[in-house]
C-alpha cells in the first residue's frame, strides 16, 4: 500500500479496514517497503563486509611479507652495500638497486596473479555481483593496488640498504672478528 503519510500511522486504519472486511483474516509483519528491501539485503552486504576485511588482512599481510623478503636480502647484502658506498656509490644507486630487485619480484606476482585470476574467471564469475568477469578496470585496479603497496614495502626496506656507513660496518666487523680470535 502506498501512503503520504508516516507508516506508523497508516498501520492502525489498514487493521481497521482488513478487520472490518474480514474479523478472522489475521494480519502479522506489516512493514515497510524500505524495511522489506533492508532485510532481504543483509546477507549479502555482511558477506561484503567480511570479504573486504579480509582482502584488507591479505593486503596487509601481503605488503608485511614483500617487505619482509626485501628487508632480508638487504640483510643478507650488507656487506656488499658497504663495499659499493666505500667505492663510491650513491646511496640513491643503492636504493635504486635494491628497488629494482622489488619492482622485479612484483612486477613476476603481479603478472603471475593476473593471470591466474584469467584462468580461474569463469569459476570467479559467481562470487561478483554488479561486475563482469572480464572487467578489465577491475583486473587493472587491482593490479596496480598490489604494485602500489608492494612498491611502498619494498621501498621502505631497501632505504636501510642507503644508510649503511662503509666504516662503522668494517670497524664492527673487524672488531667482531678480533673478539673471537681471542677467545
Known amino acids: 500500500m502506498r501512503?503520504?503519510?508516516a507508516?506508523?500511522?497508516v498501520i492502525a486504519a489498514v487493521r481497521r479496514a482488513v478487520h472490518d472486511a474480514d474479523p478472522n483474516l489475521p494480519l502479522a509483519q506489516i512493514r515497510t517497503l524500505d524495511d522489506v528491501v533492508s532485510a532481504s539485503q543483509s546477507?549479502?552486504?555482511?558477506?561484503?563486509l567480511v570479504l573486504t576485511l579480509f582482502a584488507g588482512v591479505s593486503l596487509a599481510l601481503a605488503a608485511v611479507g614483500i617487505y619482509g623478503v626485501i628487508s632480508y636480502s638487504v640483510a643478507q647484502r650488507t656487506k656488499e652495500f658497504g663495499i659499493r658506498m666505500a667505492l663510491g656509490a650513491q646511496p640513491g644507486a643503492v636504493l635504486n638497486l635494491e628497488l629494482g630487485r622489488?619492482?622485479?619480484?612484483?612486477?613476476a606476482g603481479v603478472l603471475l596473479g593476473v593471470g591466474g585470476s584469467y584462468a580461474l574467471m569463469r569459476f570467479l564469475s559467481a562470487f561478483l555481483f554488479g561486475v563482469p568477469a572480464n572487467d578489465l578496470l577491475t583486473f587493472a585496479g587491482?593490479?596496480?593496488?598490489?604494485?602500489l603497496v608492494a612498491t611502498?614495502?619494498?621501498?621502505?626496506?631497501?632505504?636501510r640498504a642507503t644508510q649503511i656507513d662503509p666504516l662503522a660496518r668494517y670497524e664492527r666487523v673487524t672488531r667482531n672478528a678480533g673478539a673471537k680470535r681471542s677467545r
Open 152 to 159: 611502498g614495502a619494498s621501498y621502505i626496506a631497501a632505504r
Open 142 to 147: 587491482v593490479a596496480a593496488l598490489l604494485a
Open 7 to 9: 507508516p506508523a500511522s
Open 102 to 107: 622489488g619492482l622485479a619480484l612484483t612486477g
Open 43 to 48: 546477507r549479502p552486504r555482511f558477506l561484503t
Open 3 to 5: 501512503s503520504a503519510n
